[in-house]
């Protein structure tokens, strides 16, 4: 694609899943790769949802390449599967520090990079399927992915005039070890496959599906796009599920309600 090759890439949330994907996607098309993530695995450690973490990971990149070019904002936790009235205002903040305020920082941080270099750049956030539809479960993991959306659209309203393109990815399912922490939960790893299997592709995701459409966005591809959420789902944000090709009567929710509620529902 046009305008990787050379050019110097953040990868952040990027020692597995999505994010390595992408950057193992964005080296093949001739980019320098930061891979940023607070595991194992990562050239550079770093906490996204601090100051001194974002800070760490720029001067890292700074100090090898001399500039920065390219953000891939991908890092994000799913939190707990607790049940609304048992979500803890803990877990929340914790999820929104991770998912909300290190988008926010990265932002910024790539914002102020580019005026120090004088340039322009582009920049991805990897929101998700819950950035743009509603669940009972994961309420702290789908309130970060509506508010990523909100810095989407101002970073790319002030990018715009500077030359700075500003888009995100909404994945759907794609099994990867975001959500390995509750395996069993109704709504967790384990049956990723099986829920997938209702969308019009009738299939899972990979991280490679999702690492394709994000080099497109940082590209010059896209040149002409900016502020564009794209859904990498299947088909999932399409399907209206009140219809049978949709799945309507497909599902028994009245073990869903007893796994949820702890009892059948009206």
Do not use: C
């Amino acid at each position: 694609m046009r305008g990787l090759a050379g050019k110097v890439a953040v990868v952040t949330g990027a020692a597995g899943g999505i994010g390595a994907a992408t950057a193992r996607r964005l080296a093949e098309a001739g980019a320098h790769v930061v891979a940023v993530d607070n595991a194992d695995g990562a050239w550079v450690r770093a906490d996204v949802s601090t100051e001194d973490g974002v800070a760490a990971y720029m001067a890292a990149a700074v100090d090898r390449f001399g500039r920065v070019d390219l953000h891939h904002l991908n890092a994000g936790i799913s939190g707990s599967f607790a049940r609304l009235p048992e979500l803890t205002v803990e877990e929340f903040d914790r999820v929104m520090a991770v998912n909300v305020r290190g988008v926010f920082l990265g932002v910024r941080a790539a914002f102020r990079q580019y005026a120090a270099q004088g340039g322009t750049g582009s920049i991805v956030i990897t929101g998700s399927i819950g950035s743009l539809r509603g669940s009972a479960d994961l309420l702290a993991y789908q309130t970060s992915k509506h508010a990523v959306l909100g810095v989407l659209h101002g970073a790319a309203m002030y990018g715009g005039p500077l030359g700075v393109r500003v888009n995100a990815v909404a994945p759907g399912i794609v099994p990867t070890d975001l959500f390995a922490g509750a395996p069993g939960a109704v709504g967790g790893k384990d049956d990723m496959v099986r829920r997938a299997g209702s969308t019009p592709l009738r299939r899972a995701g990979t991280g490679d599906d999702v690492a394709s459409v994000v080099a497109f966005l940082l590209s010059d591809e896209a040149a002409y796009m900016t502020g564009e959420v794209v859904s990498v789902d299947g088909g999932a944000n399409i399907v209206s599920t009140v219809r049978p090709s949709g799945g309507a009567g497909a599902w028994d929710f009245a073990a869903y309600d007893r796994a949820l509620y702890g009892r059948s529902t009206p």
